[in-house]
């Protein structure tokens, strides 16, 4: 079963970053996702606070607004979709995650198989 990890930091220091993840923390992360065999695909942002949202309403207009946004504390930073047996499988690869830790949380959500 596919499992994404959205991984979202809960501040956001002065020079963009997420404080507390280290590059040899993510590197080391990635490293062992991949050498499980779970690893399907993954993505970091380059600018966890720069973000563009596109709404559009009932009258087909659309409205952009930059970010970040007052509605949420967290910033997306990335994501994994890995490929593992269970949900529980998905959590133990959250949990090592270097983006739960301090103020982080990732959030594991089932890829729907839609069959396309």
């Given at each position: ?12 220091g002065d020079n963009g970053k997420a404080p ?7 590197l080391a992360y990635h490293k062992e996702v ?83």
């Amino acid at each position: 079963m596919k499992y994404m990890l959205l991984i979202n930091a809960g501040a956001v220091g002065d020079n963009g970053k997420a404080p507390g993840c280290e590059v040899e923390d993510w590197l080391a992360y990635h490293k062992e996702v991949q050498e499980a065999g779970v690893l399907v695909s993954s993505e970091s942002l380059a600018d966890l606070v720069t973000a563009t949202a596109v709404r559009v309403d009932e009258d087909g207009r659309r409205t952009v607004t930059d970010g970040p946004f007052a509605e949420s504390r967290e910033v997306l930073g990335g994501f994994y979709v890995i490929d593992v047996p269970n949900l529980d499988a998905a959590l133990d690869w959250a949990a090592r995650c270097p983006g739960a830790r301090g103020d982080g949380a990732v959030v594991v959500r089932p890829v729907a198989d839609v069959g396309v």
